[in-house]
């Protein structure tokens, strides 16, 4: 009894046959996944993988068709209201109040939150500090670059005390000097918080994941750090290992996906 | 507290846009001082100032269609309300969040309208006040317009439908700048089967002091309003379920 309910405290995210149908398309073909506390997993595939509509199924965003999955033990199915005071998201797009400025946003997730005026303040500051804001504060978030946008859309997600953040394609359309400084943000949030971050850039869920799991056609392929994989692959790189999974599993039927739960 | 929070949002989005205020407060403005200046110029009662304003109240009201979908569409294509529906708001906090700041700007718009008019001739009476209030039930179906097109068209249908279009259609079918029996047969039965005549009916009934003349034409608007609000919500809810 005490070892169950270890198990379950340190597991961040459990799904059980989650699937989304979209007409005749399976945009995610029973996943079955186990994300631990504190773990960064990154989801990673091509385009139309099913990363998305995953994130978004676990965000509480899309209904699933089939399954179900929980979070801190939670139901995203039941406990909907529950889930949603779990996590936090940073979506795809930059998702920020335009013509708010920088620290109005932030005032304003703090707010949607329900922290009081004391709390919604020292929030504020604490992320300007930590994301380094400073400077950008009072500038409208529409007009700043993409890259702050993004910064900003984390900072967003974060200052409402999420226990799960959920990063869609954080880095996406971002110059390299842009993703690198958004890198050195993720990682200073890595092991204090469970994230989940889709990509499909190799070298950003290689150089920021605990482990990473890929996926193709709806289906979890393979799951495993950047090594296991490129040990899985032979592959010495870990690009090459990622697309000789994923041509694996297009070439040779019944050797991927993995059956069972993927830990 | 968290609804209150999110009004102020979409009224600070709305306020520092510099366009919104151009058309929204300018456009109403610039018509009703264009229009006096030629009914000064002529012979007959084209333009008169007690039966011109409140047609222009009216018309101006169309603009927060075009406020309230360019905003909620944005938000959509920005991914910013997908960011709102994975935190504690509910779906009312979204729908009287986008509704409710809007009603003061409405009121607001009116009362600037009348009081511009005042300096144009409109002779003072204790009407005009009734007149602001009765811009409640219009702009309930204006905004109810705003919220269902932001829900199902992106930000540059917006612009063509609520922008162009709607404000045509207001401005044609509402009797502001013509007497509708001038065109007469479908056209004018057209016009009296859609709201934006009743609407301009009413103001004109009330700001005239003539209160019964309300009726029939406060239950077109009532009507109108309160099915474009139910078909707002039954969509935004759609779309939010849709995510």
């Known amino acids: 009894m005490g070892d169950s309910i270890k198990k379950q405290t340190a597991e961040a995210i459990r799904t059980v046959g989650l699937t989304k149908r979209y007409k005749d398309l399976t945009a995610v073909d029973h996943l079955e996944l186990v994300v631990k506390q504190g773990e960064l997993f990154s989801l990673l595939g091509v385009n139309g993988a099913g990363k998305t509509t995953a994130i978004k199924m676990l965000s509480c965003l899309a209904e699933p068709s089939e399954g179900d999955a929980f979070l801190h033990g939670r139901s995203i199915r039941k406990e909907m209201a529950a889930v949603k005071e779990l996590i936090g998201i940073s979506p795809q797009e930059t998702a920020v109040a335009p013509n708010l400025t920088v620290g109005e946003n932030l005032e304003l997730m703090c707010g949607i939150h329900g922290f009081s005026r004391e709390k919604r303040k020292r929030k504020t500051a604490e992320a ?20 702050w946008q993004r910064r900003l859309s984390i900072a967003m997600a974060l200052i ?37 971050l889709t990509t499909h850039y190799m070298e950003e869920a290689e150089a920021l994941s605990h482990r990473i799991g890929i996926m193709k056609d709806g289906k979890l392929l393979t799951t495993g750090t950047a090594g296991e994989l490129m040990e899985k692959a032979g592959k010495e790189r870990f690009e090459e290992a990622f697309v000789a999974l994923v041509t694996k599993a297009d070439g040779t039927p019944g050797a991927f996906p993995e059956k069972g739960v993927v830990r | 507290m968290k609804l209150l929070l999110f009004s102020r ?41 007690g039966t011109l304003t409140p047609g222009i109240t009216v018309f101006g009201l169309a603009f927060l269609t075009l406020f309230a979908a360019t905003l909620v569409a944005k938000d959509r294509e920005s991914a ?20 409710l700041p809007l009603v003061p700007l409405a009121l607001g718009q009116g009362l600037v309208c009348y009081l511009t008019a005042v ?32 829900s199902v068209l992106g930000v540059k249908q917006t612009g063509g439908i609520c922008g162009a279009l709607l404000t045509n259609l207001t401005a044609w079918l509402s009797g502001v700048w013509f007497d509708l029996k001038l065109v007469g047969g479908a056209f004018e039965k057209i016009a009296h089967a859609l709201p934006f005549v009743h609407a301009v009916e009413m103001e004109r009934a ?3 002091g003539n209160y019964a003349g309300i009726s029939p034409h406060i239950y077109w608007v009532l009507g109108y309003g309160a099915a474009a609000l139910a078909l707002a919500v039954l969509l935004f809810l759609r779309q939010m379920k849709g995510q």
């Open chain 1, 160 to 196: 409402g005390e999420p226990k799960i953040l959920f990063l869609d394609e954080p880095t996406l359309g971002l110059d390299v000097l842009a993703r690198s400084s958004l890198w050195e943000v993720i990682r200073a949030l890595k092991g204090r918080i469970t994230i989940i």
């Open chain 1, 128 to 147: 300007t500090e930590q994301f380094g804001l400073g400077e950008i504060l009072g500038k409208r978030a529409g007009k700043l670059s993409g890259g």
């Open chain 2, 80 to 99: 910013f309300l997908q960011r709102l529906y994975a935190t504690p708001l509910g779906a009312a906090d979204f729908i009287l969040g986008y509704l």
């Open chain 2, 9 to 49: 949002r979409t009224a600070k989005e709305i306020l520092r846009d510099p366009l919104n205020l151009a058309f929204g407060l300018g456009f109403p403005l610039v018509l009703l001082l264009l229009l006096s200046a030629i009914q000064a110029n002529v012979p007959v009662s084209l333009f008169a100032i």
């Open chain 2, 119 to 150: 300096f144009l001739g409109l002779k003072v009476t204790i009407s005009i006040l009734p007149a602001v209030l009765c811009l409640l039930p219009v702009s309930f179906f204006f905004i109810g317009l705003g919220l269902l097109c932001g």
């Open chain 2, 206 to 208: 009330v700001l005239s």
